[in-house]
C-alpha cells in the first residue's frame, strides 16, 4: 500500500482559532515556524530568557515573547522547539509545573520522548512535526507562498483531536502545499539519527576528506584536491535532489558514469555497511542515547574537541581560500 501524502485538503486551521500556542525556542527551527504560524493569523508567544539574544529578535520580528514559565501558563499548545541537549532540563523545570491540563506537546524531533527523556502527563496530546529542512529554508519557502515536506507523528492522543492538530500546524508551515507523511515518533528519532551519523553528516565529512587526503599523500595540490572532492559535490547532489540517481548519471559524462558505477563499491562495500548496520543498531538499542546524554554532563566538552580538531584539518584552512575566489567584489 502506498503511504498517503497530505496536502492542503486534509488539514483543517480551524483547529486552531483560538488556541494560545507557545513556541518554546527562537533557534534555527523556532523562529521559521513562530513566524509563519503567526503569519496564519494563530495567537503565538514565544518562550525565551529575558535580555537573551532570543527575546530581543523575537520582540524584533514583531512577536509577543515572556519568560519560559510565563509563555506556557495557559498555552493550549505548547511547541518544544529548543535542542535535544536542553529539552529535559527546561521541560522538568519550567516546562512541566506550569503546563496547562490537556495541553498539547509539540516537538519537531523525536528525540526526547523515543528515549524517554521527557514524561509527559498522560492527559496531553504528544505530537511531532518535522520539517524535512533547515529552519532557514521552511521559512524562506514559506514566504515564496509554498512550504517545505513535513513528516507528523501522534504519540499519545488523549483529546481525540491529536492528528488533526499535526495536520494544521504542519499547514501553517506551508507543509501541506509539499506533501505530509505519518511516521511515528521513534521511527522519526532514530532514522533521522540514522542519515546524520552514517550519511548526511558523519558519512559524507569522512568520504570528503578521506578524498582530500589521499590526493594530498599522492602529492596533488591542496587547491585542486578540494575543488575535485568538496567543491564540485554540490553539484552533483543538487543534480540527484532535482531528479534522482539517473538524472544525475544523465547529467555527468560518460566517463564519469562509467567510472562511478564501476568503481563505487570499493569505496562503500561489505565492510561500510555492516558498519551502517553497527550504527543503526547502537541507535536502535539506545546506546547512542546514553552516550549523547553523558555528553551533555561534561558540557559537550568531547564534541568540543572534535569540533577544535576539524577546524584545524588543512581542507579547512584551503576551503576558506577557496571559497573567497567566488566571493562577489562590489
Not at 142 to 166: C, N, R
Not at 246 to 269: P, Q
Not at 321 to 327: A, H, K, P, V, Y
Request: aromatic content about 6%; glycine content about 8%; proline content about 3%.
Amino acid at each position: 500500500m502506498a503511504t498517503k501524502i497530505y496536502h492542503d485538503s486534509d488539514a483543517d486551521l480551524e483547529v486552531l482559532n483560538g488556541k494560545k500556542i507557545a513556541v518554546i525556542g527562537y533557534g534555527n527551527q523556532g523562529r521559521a515556524q513562530a513566524l509563519c504560524i503567526h503569519d496564519c493569523g494563530m495567537n503565538v508567544t514565544v518562550g525565551a530568557r529575558k535580555g537573551g539574544e532570543s527575546w530581543d529578535l523575537a520582540q524584533a520580528d514583531g512577536l509577543k515573547v515572556a519568560d519560559i514559565p510565563s509563555a506556557v501558563k495557559g498555552a493550549d499548545i505548547v511547541m518544544i522547539l529548543l535542542p535535544d541537549e536542553v529539552q529535559p532540563r527546561v521541560y522538568k523545570e519550567q516546562i512541566a509545573p506550569n503546563l496547562k491540563d490537556g495541553a498539547s506537546l509539540e516537538f519537531a524531533h523525536g528525540f526526547a520522548i523515543t528515549f524517554k527523556l521527557i514524561t509527559p502527563p498522560k492527559n496531553a496530546d504528544v505530537i511531532m512535526v518535522a520539517p524535512k529542512s533547515p529552519g532557514r529554508m521552511v521559512r524562506q519557502t514559506f514566504l515564496e507562498g509554498f512550504g517545505v515536506p513535513s513528516l507528523i507523528a501522534v504519540e499519545q492522543d488523549a483529546s481525540g483531536k491529536a492528528k488533526k492538530t499535526a495536520l494544521a500546524l504542519a499547514k501553517c508551515l506551508g507543509s501541506t502545499k509539499a506533501g505530509v507523511l505519518e511516521t511515528d515518533f521513534r521511527e522519526e528519532a532514530t532514522s533521522d539519527l540514522f542519515g546524520e551519523q552514517a550519511v548526511l553528516c558523519g558519512g559524507v565529512t569522512a568520504l570528503i576528506e578521506a578524498g582530500f587526503e589521499t590526493l594530498i599523500n599522492a602529492g596533488y595540490k591542496p587547491e585542486i584536491a578540494y575543488f575535485e572532492v568538496l567543491h564540485e559535490l554540490k553539484l552533483i547532489v543538487d543534480l540527484i535532489q532535482a531528479g534522482g540517481m539517473m538524472h544525475m548519471w544523465d547529467s555527468v559524462s560518460n566517463t564519469a558514469e562509467y567510472g562511478g558505477l564501476t568503481r563505487r563499491d570499493r569505496v562503500i562495500n561489505e565492510e561500510s555497511k555492516n558498519a551502517m548496520k553497527k550504527i543503526l543498531e547502537d541507535i536502535n538499542s539506545g546506546r547512542f542515547a546514553e552516550e549523547w546524554t553523558k555528553e551533555w554532563t561534561v558540557d559537550l566538552k568531547n564534541m568540543k574537541r572534535l569540533e577544535a580538531e576539524e577546524s584545524e584539518k588543512e581542507i579547512e584552512r584551503v576551503g576558506k581560500e577557496i571559497r573567497r575566489l567566488f566571493e562577489r567584489k562590489n
